[in-house]
């Protein structure tokens, strides 16, 4: 499932391309329709935990949801045909992007958008978010650490990926269940600072010196020790940790 940091780039780059232009939508596919959007011109793009919203004026957001298999396609030609399976298309004056297999692609009334941001907790990549906030959600859930940063109520973006490699960086094993709030500072710093840097380079960094290489995700060995890397079943996703850089207990 692409994580956080993917959807804020998508919605950076989709922002300056499209915002405030004329953008026409359509649903190639059938499957979305486009009537409450059309003749207006996009205002705004922004992402939310997995979530895109996209506001017009007058009109509900639009509310995207990539899902596990869900992806954008650009075209710096607007004029290049859609793929027949695409779910929306949206068309600027020098750009197109075509939206494939999300699960979520539709309008979103106030009541239901004030719910959404409700259900989420604080966003590492929103200016809004607030780390006093993030820490007291962390520290209150009584969950193994490991799955509490797959639950989008206590951090929202965080995937498996970042999981793995957060909780490395901060030396947490996943199956921690007493963390405190300096740990779940620290933690938080680190999602903030690296979250940034996978939204600038569209990938997962946990080493700003190694961009394509992570230290435990889907490695047979970890990175910095060389010990056999642990994978168990975490939050219902595999969890991948270093009995050495991430003691149990």
């Known amino acids: 499932m692409p994580e956080g940091h993917l959807i804020h780039r998508y919605a950076r ?10 953008v026409t939508l359509s649903s190639p596919q059938g499957r979305f329709d486009p ?16 979530h895109l919203l ?20 650009r075209y710096d ?3 290049v045909p859609p793929r027949p399976g695409t779910r929306l298309r949206l068309a600027g004056p020098a750009v197109a992007y075509d939206l494939i297999a999300p699960i979520r692609c539709e309008p979103l009334p106030a009541d ?3 719910a959404l941001r409700a259900s989420l907790g604080p966003d590492p990549l929103r200016a809004d978010a607030d780390p006093a906030e993030a820490v007291r959600r962390l520290t209150a859930t009584g969950a193994p650490v490991g799955a509490a940063l797959l639950d989008q109520a206590v951090w929202a973006g965080i995937g ?6 957060l909780l490395f960086l901060a030396g947490l094993d996943p199956d921690a269940r007493s963390v405190g709030a300096p740990a779940a500072e620290r933690l938080w710093r680190l999602a903030v600072a690296h979250l940034a840097l996978g939204r600038d380079l569209g990938q997962v960094v ?11 995700y889907k490695r047979e060995h970890c990175r910095r020790c060389g010990s056999p890397v642990r994978t168990w079943q ?16």
């Open 13 to 22: 780059e989709q922002q300056d391309a499209l915002a405030g232009r004329d």
């Open 35 to 50: 009537a409450p959007y059309l003749d207006r011109p996009l205002r705004a793009v922004e992402a939310d935990g997995k």
């Open 54 to 73: 996209y506001h017009f004026p007058d009109a509900p957001a639009l509310h995207v949801h990539l899902g596990m298999r869900g992806l954008f396609l």
């Open 77 to 79: 030609d607007p004029a």
């Open 112 to 114: 239901a958008e004030r």
């Open 160 to 165: 498996n990926a970042w999981r793995a490699e």
């Open 206 to 216: 946990s080493d700003p010196t190694a961009p394509d290489e992570r230290w435990v």
């Open 234 to 249: 975490v939050g219902g996703r595999t969890a991948y940790a270093c009995p050495v850089d991430q003691p149990a207990g």
